[in-house]
Every structure is written in structure tokens, then in C-alpha cells.
Nanobody
Framework: QVQLVETGGGLVQPGDSLRLSCAAS????????VGWVRQAPGKSREFVVA???????YYADSVKGRFTVSRDNAKNTVYLQMNSLKPEDTAVYYC????????????????WGQGTQVTVSS
């Protein structure tokens, strides 16, 4: 069983940066496809980024050029660096994973974290 724990959320102003962390246990994250998904109040979950264990990465158009996903296999952790944050980025951010990159590209995940709140407000 894989456990995912997100940290790093918070309240920031527009234009600020945050880095979210997703620490995995139970399986080597280097062999998992990992995605970040967000859900704003009153809205459905929205794809943010998906990355395969081999490095293929896809970003939502809304975050392309501002968000960057990376892995530290030694720490079994995936990071989401978020720059130039906007109020519309406000949401609960979830880290999710699966053994299949094809599945996460179809928004299907076997493993989910508990989520971390990101609020962008002046």
C-alpha cells in the first residue's frame, strides 16, 4: 500500500511562490507515475500536472510556465514548485499516484494524499 502526504500549502499573496511536497511511503516513488490535482470550492477536481517515472511530464495550460514538478528519489518525494501564483490557483492540492502513467493521464489514480490548502489572496 502506498501512502502519500502533502505539505507546504498556505496563504500567500498574488505573485508569490510556494513549494508543495508529496512524501511517499510503502513504495519507491521513482517507480510511480505521480500527478497533482486541485479542487477549488464548489468546483470539480482539476488536473494540474502528471509525470511518469521516466520523466514524461504534462502540465495543464493554466499552470504551464508557472508550475514545475520534480522528484527527489532519495527522499521518496515529489515537489510542485508554484510561481507567480494567482487567486484562481486557490484550491486544495492533492498528490496522487499510480503504477500506470496511462491511467493518471486518464485521471485515474490508485493512491491519494489528504490534500493541502493553497490560498492566494491579497
Amino acid at each position: 500500500q502506498v501512502q502519500l502526504v502533502e505539505t507546504g500549502g498556505g496563504l500567500v499573496q498574488p505573485g508569490d511562490s510556494l513549494r508543495l511536497s508529496c512524501a511517499a511511503s510503502g513504495r519507491t516513488i521513482g517507480r510511480l507515475a505521480v500527478g497533482w490535482v486541485r479542487q477549488a470550492p464548489g468546483k470539480s477536481r482539476e488536473f494540474v500536472v502528471a509525470t511518469s517515472w521516466s520523466g514524461n511530464t504534462y502540465y495543464a495550460d493554466s499552470v504551464k510556465g508557472r508550475f514545475t514538478v520534480s522528484r527527489d528519489n532519495a527522499k521518496n518525494t515529489v515537489y510542485l514548485q508554484m510561481n507567480s501564483l494567482k487567486p484562481e490557483d486557490t484550491a486544495v492540492y492533492y498528490c496522487a499516484a499510480d503504477t500506470s502513467f496511462a491511467k493518471i493521464m486518464g485521471n485515474e489514480y490508485d493512491y491519494w494524499g489528504q490534500g493541502t490548502q493553497v490560498t492566494v489572496s491579497s
